[in-house]
């Protein structure tokens, strides 16, 4: 008797089977007007992980958002296929009167949820059901230097336990080093203080190593983020960047901006656990007071 059972090639099974299904992921950008979410957008479409999927046809500058969009594209690498979507949305707090402007939002990202539970509990439902869910809300920071807007804070206040909050600080190419690093401060003693939870939340840390993995992040953000979709050549390599006066800003280039730690935390280190939180805690929620409402 080996004593083999074979568990080993479960990892290979579970793996083939996601592979076949393919990755869904939702990001949804939010922020005051002129921040640059649209901007990011296309950064996301066009960094590295997608550049190939993606047509020229954005040169030129980008029409003021007026509604929520989504945009989708399939992504394939290495026989891997995400579908990537990622909602924009107007300028946040435009209005004389910024009471409730949450509240599209807030819906938005329920409606989702609803569309998800529909699926659900549907007898005849399908074996895989279409995730539209937003994964992730990357909440654009005005680079003020001073503190969070008490807008912001309301939104995230109202947010926070509907859906993975990413903050993140806005055209970071105009705060100096010495302000940022300043300004991230006191944006999270700003959070702390009002008791957001932003994503990766402290509380859902599950090992020693996902705490020291996930504290090292938490202690960068929120990230310094510089968006572009021109690309320019530098030696002889074609990268996304603005262009001033004084020089080159290479969205992707670490020692410029914190873009590529974004991509990189949404895309390669913690995607799944973003699916699998807004699976399990935020979905899960709203879950059980729909239910709860009905047995009334
Ligand atoms: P939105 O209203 O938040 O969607 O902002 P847009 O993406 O439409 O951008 C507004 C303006 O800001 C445009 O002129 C962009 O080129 C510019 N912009 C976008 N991202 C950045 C950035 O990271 N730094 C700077 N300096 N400007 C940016
Ligand atoms: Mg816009």
Redesign the pocket.
């Known amino acids: 008797l080996s004593g083999y059972v074979g568990i080993d090639t479960l990892q290979e099974q579970m793996r083939k089977k996601a592979l076949k299904r393919g990755f869904e992921f939702h990001i949804m950008v939010v922020g005051g ?1 002129g921040l640059g ?2 901007t990011l957008v296309n950064t996301l479409f066009k960094a590295q992980i997608s550049r190939r999927s993606c047509t020229n046809e954005s040169e030129g500058t ?1 029409p ?2 007026v509604q929520i969009k989504s945009v989708s594209h399939v992504i394939e690498e290495k026989g891997v296929r995400l579908k990537l979507t990622v909602t ?4 946040f707090g435009d209005q004389i009167n910024n009471e409730n402007c949450w509240l599209p939002i807030l819906e938005f990202i329920n409606d989702q949820y609803e569309k998800y539970l529909s699926e659900e509990v549907n007898v005849s439902r399908k074996k895989h059901i279409p995730d539209t869910r937003v994964h992730v809300c990357l909440y654009f920071i005005s680079p003020t230097g001073h503190s969070c807007r008490p807008l912001d804070l309301e939104f995230m206040k109202r947010l926070d336990k509907v859906v993975n909050i990413v903050p993140i600080i806005a055209k970071a190419d105009t705060l100096t080093l010495e302000e940022r690093y300043a300004f991230k401060k006191r944006v999270r003693e700003d959070l702390e203080f009002h008791g957001i939870q932003f994503y990766p939340m402290k509380s859902l840390d599950e090992d020693e190593e996902e705490t020291a993995i996930n504290q090292a992040l938490r202690e960068k953000m929120p990230f310094a983020i510089v968006g572009s979709d021109r690309e320019y050549q530098v030696n002889g390599k074609s990268v996304l960047g603005r262009k001033t006066k004084w020089g080159l800003i290479e969205v992707e280039n670490k020692n410029h901006c914190e873009f590529a730690l974004l991509r990189d935390m949404l895309i390669r280190t913690h995607m799944q656990d973003l699916k699998d939180v807004t699976d399990s805690i935020h979905y899960e929620n709203f879950r059980r007071e729909r239910l709860e409402m009905h047995s009334e």
């Open positions: 007007s979410k649209s980008i003021k958002t924009d949305t107007p300028g």
